[in-house]
């Protein structure tokens, strides 16, 4: 009988390490590397994310930050090309993409987004000389329009007139905003179509252009994540939500982006 209950025993205690094992070993860690929290991002989209130094700064960045301290995880930044950020997430490549990134249908289906923590208008900008005055002469003229690859701007200009853009025909890509925006002073494009906050900063630092009064689109900005890790996504939404309330989001947003009046 001590045989038998010694073997009893043994077999649960077995059962239960093997049940302990497998709990763990099916635990999904929350990042890709575990202790950091690894953000893409491309850093020619101030003051979202720009350059000062060797060092990336900005709304996003520091919204990140301030996220990743949260969660008690290291940020950490990489700098890639705006069309790669949404697949190298899907990829796991990276836990979180930040890059003034709109939310859309057809973003959803291929990542989850966060919570929006900022609102961002696309804008038009033109030569101070341009016979483009609105968004109907951009778009009922023949035009040449430049966009940086893969932004919204690029989705909503290559899309037809009838939805309101200017069709792929008349869409010209660029890696990066201020590229587009260089075209456009040089005459290689008429138009350039990007967010409202750097299209303020590239035409204060290029003469001769302006951004025209009426907006063209207003749209959600928020953090692109895995479909799987829905985990993460839970704590970055807490995350968020508790620095908007204790004022720290808005801080940041009006730090870089003050109030008017």
Partial sequence: MKNLLNKIIAVG???????????????????????????????????YEYYEGDKI???DAEIAKAVADKLGLE?????????????????NKYDIGMAGMTV????????????TYATGIQSIIVTEDSAITDI???????????????????????????DGGVGEERVVRFNKGNDAVLALASGKVDAV?????????FVEANEGLKILETPYAVEDYAMCLNKDNTELLDQVNTALK???????????IEKYIPSEG
Wanted: aromatic fraction near 6%.
């Fill in 13 to 47: 205690l077995i059962l239960t390490m093997g049940l302990a094992f497998a709990s763990c070993s099916s635990k999904k860690d929350l990042t890709v590397q575990k202790g950091k929290l690894i953000m893409a991002t491309n850093a020619y989209f101030p003051p």
């Fill in 136 to 162: 109907d002469s951009l778009l009922e003229g023949d035009y040449k329009v430049g966009v940086q690859q893969g932004t919204t701007g690029d989705i909503y200009m290559s899309s037809s007139t009838e």
């Fill in 242 to 252: 508790e620095l908007t309330e204790d004022g720290t989001i808005p801080a940041i």
């Fill in 104 to 115: 859309t249908d057809e973003r959803k289906q291929a990542v989850n987004f966060s919570s």
């Fill in 75 to 91: 940020l950490e930044i990489q700098d890639v090309e705006f069309d790669s950020i949404i697949a190298g997430v899907q990829s």
């Fill in 57 to 59: 700064v900005g709304i």
């Fill in 193 to 201: 179509v990007i967010d409202n906050e750097p299209a303020k900063s």
